[in-house]
């Protein structure tokens, strides 16, 4: 008898994926895409990092190139420029979870205080339409907006003051990429945080009316604490990408003269890289690049899995 | 009777197909790549497409392909050849050397003098005994073809403004401010507001050659050249005279004598300051002033006298001074390596038609309609316009040029409404003559830069060449930057380029 069931329970384990298939075909129909996306991609692409290792000549191939070992790696170290670039990149990306990543919680828990409906979609939408605008045309507004005749210098003229190019002074370039961040990003951020909002059960908000809560109350102890497990999803999600900063924003802010506070990474790898056709050296920079994020992802992952039970992406 | 009439078909059908494949069999297509300002492509079939074939006998197409300054078509340029789809024949822009070295192009030698006599000999073997000396493999081959220009770029000013406040074209160095400040304060373009902009240039410090050249300073486009300074070949953007001619653009930056969006400015923003008739000085190409004369009668109802600004005399510099000409650096074409014969005579097809001169007015004028309109049997060139000219990538008239041609050129274009104009570029071309100088460095090719992209692409002569002028470094950060310069490959760069002149010697 025992014999028996566990004889079926092993079959089923062996015919586990098929039967699991035939049972659940719509849903694997459906990751299909998404998996088939990522393997080509994502996956195959990974293999063309083995360039950072060769001398790598477009024309000879990835298979005939010269195996030149860790050189270009070293080239990266000794790179006059290199902990310019890499302070850069570390700068603004901690800039941005320091300052963009709070502003659309921060408004998806004001925009949800609004009591009429109406107001509340006009808003919604008037914030997240920038995000469908390309940064080269938000770039070109920026530029426009900070150029002599632009709306920033024609204030300052109204209070006397000298016109200032912000765009070509390195002190600022920071601060216009945190700005521009959150102008063009944090209205779409809010979409995942409204959604996580509308989620949570009306009881709780009844039953605090009737124990007396005030709207501020309500807010800090019921809506807060349940946006968190979001917000923590999130937070883990950007400090994956922590590294990646936009290629195209920063690209399009750069001049020569800002490049001491905005050069990073991924512009220097344009430069070098696409503009030159030095491939090897810039994939080398480029898995660096993804080690660090692959660590810190890592880490951060852990360090939530200890602070709460159900943290962690993993 | 069915039957006959379906036969009939058959058969007709038969002798078309027949037709058809014999045309397709005579005609290669060539894509080619270059220089493209924003004008449209070259299909297969388009009005260009058939007039290319109808003078050289090849077809030649061209996808839209910005130039930008040159990023924009070296980014879409290394990424068709990285997909493996290297244009047939294209402008390399820098990145000849790493493609010969992987074996990427067509060695020409073989097959130029044969088969494109006429370009050859154009060129003459002087300038391809330089081209072989060039070739990165040392085994002296021809790569490329050469661009072989004289004297092209050169600061013009607004003459009739000068007129209009009774100045006399500025000489010396303090002359030059006084006329730089008088455009600023006495609003020569007559609107009543102080919009004038009294010189200036673009992003990266370029087309600024009127403050670089009074201090012997050689540059090209904004590019540093290489010349002999205390007798040895340097890198210009390493020398006392950069300083010096730094520490004036930054003087005249500070004193508002520049447009303060100098080093903001991208061509069309720049061109567009110069076109609404607000810019006093600015570097470009006096052979092709007529077009910014007739963008400034456009705009503003005033006929424009541009002409040279004859070298300045800078304080020091006296006579040392020199506008920048270039022979041989330039590369026009190279051509993917290809095994299909038919192919490659297509090319040498297409450059014999090239190098003759006598189709040159040809290329010149382009599509009846589109480029040119002929009247009482002259024909001229039409202004140019973007919105429906097609890109003339096939430009040895002035890839392959002299001023004597120039002249040629640009006459044959007279006696039309366009006249006031043109002939302001021709008295331009032969008044620059007299100002150009060749640097020693003419010629030198990419390869002494190595792997240092940095140096190439001069990343780091533009950061401090730029934040000097704004203001934010002071001068003395200059002697900061020649050091790390040198240290960081500049002196095994300034090795490769002695070692190559010693060898031209």
Same mark, same amino acid.
């Given at each position: 008898?025992?014999?028996?069931?566990?004889?079926?329970?092993?079959?089923?384990?062996?015919?586990?994926?098929?039967?699991?298939?035939?049972?659940?075909?719509?849903?694997?129909?459906?990751?299909?895409?998404?998996?088939?996306?990522?393997?080509?991609?994502?996956?195959?692409? !990974?293999?063309?990092? %083995?360039?950072? +290792?060769?001398?790598?000549?477009?024309?000879?191939?990835?298979?005939?190139?010269?195996?030149?070992?860790?050189?270009? +790696?070293?080239? !990266?170290?000794?790179?006059?420029?290199?902990?310019?670039?890499?302070?850069?990149?570390? /700068?603004?990306?901690?800039?941005?979870?320091?300052?963009?990543?709070?502003?659309? %919680? /921060?408004?998806?828990?004001?925009?949800?205080?609004? $009591?009429?409906?109406?107001?509340?979609?006009?808003?919604?939408?008037?914030?997240?339409?920038?995000?469908?605008?390309?940064?080269?045309?938000?770039?070109?507004?920026?530029?426009?907006?900070?150029?002599?005749?632009?709306?920033?210098?024609?204030?300052?003229?109204?209070?006397?003051?000298?016109?200032?190019?912000?765009?070509?002074?390195?002190?600022?370039?920071?601060?216009?990429?945190?700005?521009?961040? /959150?102008?063009?990003?944090?209205?779409? $951020?809010?979409? %995942?945080?409204?959604?996580?909002?509308?989620?949570?059960?009306?009881?709780?908000?009844?039953?605090?009316?009737?124990?007396?809560?005030?709207?501020?109350?309500?807010?800090? +102890?019921?809506?807060?604490?349940?946006?968190?497990?979001?917000?923590?999803?999130?937070?883990?999600?950007? /400090?994956?990408?922590?590294?990646?900063?936009?290629?195209?924003? %920063?690209?399009?802010?750069?001049?020569?003269?800002?490049?001491?506070?905005?050069?990073?990474?991924?512009?220097?790898?344009?430069?070098?890289?696409?503009?030159?056709?030095?491939?090897?050296?810039?994939?080398?920079?480029?898995?660096?690049?993804?080690?660090?994020?692959?660590?810190?992802?890592?880490?951060?992952?852990?360090?939530?899995?200890?602070?709460?039970?159900?943290?962690?992406?993993? | 009777?069915?039957?006959?009439?379906?036969?009939?078909?058959?058969?007709?059908?038969?002798?078309?197909?027949?037709?058809?494949?014999?045309?397709?069999?005579?005609?290669?297509?060539?894509?080619?790549?270059?220089?493209?300002?924003? #004008?449209?492509?070259?299909?297969?079939?388009?009005?260009?497409?058939?007039?290319?074939?109808?003078?050289?006998?090849?077809?030649?197409?061209?996808?839209?392909?910005?130039?930008?300054?040159?990023?924009?078509?070296?980014?879409?340029?290394?990424?068709?050849?990285?997909?493996?789809?290297?244009?047939?024949?294209?402008?390399?822009?820098?990145?000849?050397?790493?493609?010969?070295?992987?074996?990427?192009?067509?060695?020409?030698?073989?097959?130029?003098?044969?088969?494109?006599?006429?370009?050859?000999?154009?060129?003459?073997?002087?300038?391809?005994? &330089?081209?072989?000396?060039?070739?990165?493999?040392?085994?002296?081959?021809?790569?490329?073809?050469?661009?072989?220009?004289?004297?092209?770029?050169?600061?013009?000013?607004?003459?009739?403004?000068?007129?209009?406040?009774?100045?006399?074209?500025?000489?010396?160095?303090?002359?030059?401010?006084?006329?730089?400040?008088?455009?600023?304060?006495?609003?020569?373009?007559?609107?009543?507001?102080?919009?004038?902009?009294?010189?200036?240039?673009?992003?990266?410090?370029?087309?600024?050659?009127?403050? @670089?050249?009074? @201090?012997?300073?050689?540059?090209?486009?904004?590019?540093?050249?290489?010349?002999?300074?205390?007798?040895?070949?340097?890198?210009?953007?390493?020398?006392?005279?950069?300083?010096?001619?730094?520490? @004036?653009?930054?003087?005249?930056?500070?004193?508002?004598?520049?447009?303060?969006?100098?080093?903001?400015?991208?061509?069309?923003?720049?061109?567009?300051?110069?076109?609404?008739?607000?810019?006093?000085?600015?570097?470009?190409?006096?052979?092709?002033?007529?077009?910014?004369?007739?963008?400034?009668?456009?705009?503003?109802?005033?006929?424009?006298? =541009?002409?040279?600004?004859?070298? =300045?005399?800078?304080?020091?510099?006296?006579?040392?001074?020199?506008?920048?000409?270039?022979?041989? &650096?330039?590369?026009?074409?190279?051509?993917?390596?290809?095994?299909?014969?038919?192919?490659?005579?297509?090319?040498?097809?297409?450059?014999?038609?090239?190098?003759?001169?006598?189709?040159?007015?040809?290329?010149?004028?382009?599509?009846?309609?589109?480029?040119?309109?002929?009247?009482?049997?002259?024909? &001229?060139?039409?202004?140019?316009?973007?919105?429906?000219?097609?890109?003339?990538?096939?430009?040895?008239?002035?890839?392959?040029?002299?001023?004597? #041609?120039?002249?040629?050129?640009?006459?044959?274009?007279?006696?039309?409404?366009?006249?006031?104009? =043109?002939?302001?570029?021709?008295?331009?071309?032969?008044?620059?003559?007299?100002?150009?100088?060749?640097?020693?460095?003419?010629?030198?090719?990419?390869?002494?830069?190595?792997?240092?992209?940095? =140096?190439?692409?001069?990343?780091?002569?533009?950061?401090?060449?730029?934040?000097?002028?704004?203001?934010?470094?002071?001068?003395?950060? #200059?002697?900061?930057?020649?050091?790390?310069?040198?240290?960081?490959?500049?002196?095994?760069?300034?090795?490769?380029?002695?070692?190559?002149?010693?060898?031209?010697?």
């Amino acid at each position: 008898m025992q014999n028996a069931s566990q004889r079926a329970a092993a079959r089923t384990h062996s015919k586990g994926l098929a039967d699991n298939f035939r049972k659940y075909w719509p849903y694997y129909v459906m990751a299909m895409p998404g998996v088939i996306y990522l393997i080509i991609f994502r996956f195959i692409p !990974m293999l063309g990092s %083995v360039i950072a +290792f060769e001398d790598y000549q477009v024309y000879t191939g990835i298979f005939s190139s010269q195996w030149v070992g860790m050189k270009n +790696f070293v080239n !990266m170290f000794t790179y006059s420029d290199f902990s310019r670039i890499l302070t850069n990149t570390l /700068i603004l990306g901690a800039l941005r979870i320091l300052f963009c990543f709070p502003v659309p %919680v /921060i408004m998806a828990l004001m925009m949800n205080e609004i $009591g009429a409906p109406r107001l509340k979609k006009t808003i919604q939408t008037a914030v997240y339409i920038p995000y469908f605008l390309s940064w080269i045309i938000v770039s070109e507004l920026i530029f426009d907006l900070l150029g002599v005749s632009g709306l920033f210098n024609r204030a300052r003229a109204l209070f006397g003051l000298r016109p200032l190019l912000v765009m070509q002074q390195s002190k600022y370039f920071r601060t216009v990429y945190v700005f521009s961040t /959150i102008w063009k990003e944090a209205g779409w $951020g809010t979409v %995942v945080y409204m959604a996580a909002i509308a989620g949570i059960d009306q009881s709780l908000y009844e039953a605090a009316s009737i124990d007396g809560a005030t709207r501020f109350q309500k807010m800090r +102890f019921i809506t807060f604490p349940m946006l968190l497990p979001t917000v923590i999803t999130m937070l883990l999600l950007q /400090i994956g990408s922590f590294m990646e900063l936009g290629f195209e924003h %920063v690209f399009s802010l750069l001049t020569p003269m800002t490049y001491s506070t905005g050069d990073i990474f991924d512009t220097y790898v344009y430069r070098v890289g696409i503009l030159q056709a030095q491939y090897s050296i810039t994939t080398a920079v480029g898995l660096f690049q993804s080690v660090i994020g692959l660590v810190m992802v890592v880490f951060f992952n852990q360090l939530s899995k200890k602070i709460s039970d159900d943290g962690g992406l993993w | 009777m069915k039957k006959v009439l379906s036969v009939l078909f058959a058969i007709l059908m038969l002798l078309s197909m027949v037709s058809v494949s014999s045309a397709e069999e005579t005609v290669v297509d060539l894509s080619v790549w270059g220089t493209n300002n924003g #004008f449209l492509p070259v299909e297969k079939g388009s009005p260009l497409y058939e007039k290319y074939l109808e003078i050289t006998g090849v077809g030649v197409t061209q996808p839209y392909v910005e130039w930008n300054g040159g990023t924009t078509y070296n980014e879409q340029l290394n990424l068709k050849i990285a997909a493996g789809e290297m244009p047939d024949m294209f402008n390399p822009n820098g990145m000849e050397t790493t493609l010969i070295k992987s074996g990427a192009l067509l060695d020409l030698t073989p097959y130029l003098e044969k088969y494109a006599p006429n370009l050859y000999n154009l060129i003459g073997e002087e300038v391809w005994g &330089s081209v072989r000396a060039n070739d990165p493999t040392g085994e002296g081959k021809i790569w490329y073809i050469p661009s072989v220009i004289y004297g092209r770029n050169a600061p013009m000013i607004r003459k009739d403004w000068l007129d209009k406040l009774g100045l006399a074209m500025p000489k010396t160095q303090a002359e030059l401010v006084d006329v730089l400040k008088a455009f600023y304060e006495k609003d020569p373009n007559g609107n009543g507001i102080a919009d004038e902009l009294p010189s200036g240039g673009r992003a990266e410090a370029r087309w600024m050659g009127q403050f @670089f050249a009074m @201090f012997g300073v050689a540059m090209w486009e904004g590019y540093p050249q290489w010349d002999l300074y205390d007798g040895e070949l340097t890198y210009s953007a390493v020398t006392q005279n950069m300083k010096d001619a730094l520490q @004036f653009i930054a003087q005249l930056y500070q004193d508002g004598l520049l447009d303060p969006e100098t080093l903001l400015n991208n061509k069309s923003q720049w061109d567009g300051k110069i076109n609404a008739g607000n810019v006093g000085i600015w570097e470009h190409i006096p052979q092709e002033c007529y077009n910014y004369a007739e963008a400034i009668y456009e705009s503003t109802g005033v006929q424009p006298d =541009i002409a040279v600004l004859p070298v =300045i005399d800078a304080d020091g510099y006296e006579g040392k001074g020199f506008y920048t000409g270039r022979k041989l &650096s330039g590369i026009e074409f190279v051509v993917a390596k290809t095994d299909d014969e038919k192919k490659i005579m297509a090319v040498m097809q297409l450059l014999n038609a090239y190098g003759d001169t006598s189709k040159w007015m040809d290329f010149y004028n382009g599509v009846e309609g589109m480029h040119s309109v002929t009247k009482d049997g002259v024909t &001229s060139r039409l202004p140019d316009d973007k919105t429906t000219q097609q890109n003339l990538i096939l430009t040895p008239y002035n890839t392959i040029s002299t001023p004597e #041609f120039q002249v040629e050129l640009l006459t044959s274009q007279l006696g039309t409404d366009r006249e006031w104009a =043109i002939s302001q570029a021709i008295r331009n071309v032969k008044e620059l003559a007299q100002y150009t100088h060749l640097p020693a460095g003419d010629g030198i090719p990419n390869s002494i830069y190595g792997e240092y992209a940095d =140096i190439q692409n001069r990343t780091l002569y533009v950061e401090y060449a730029t934040k000097i002028i704004t203001g934010e470094y002071s001068i003395d950060k #200059f002697d900061e930057f020649v050091d790390k310069w040198y240290a960081n490959g500049g002196q095994a760069v300034t090795e490769n380029a002695r070692a190559w002149y010693a060898a031209k010697q």
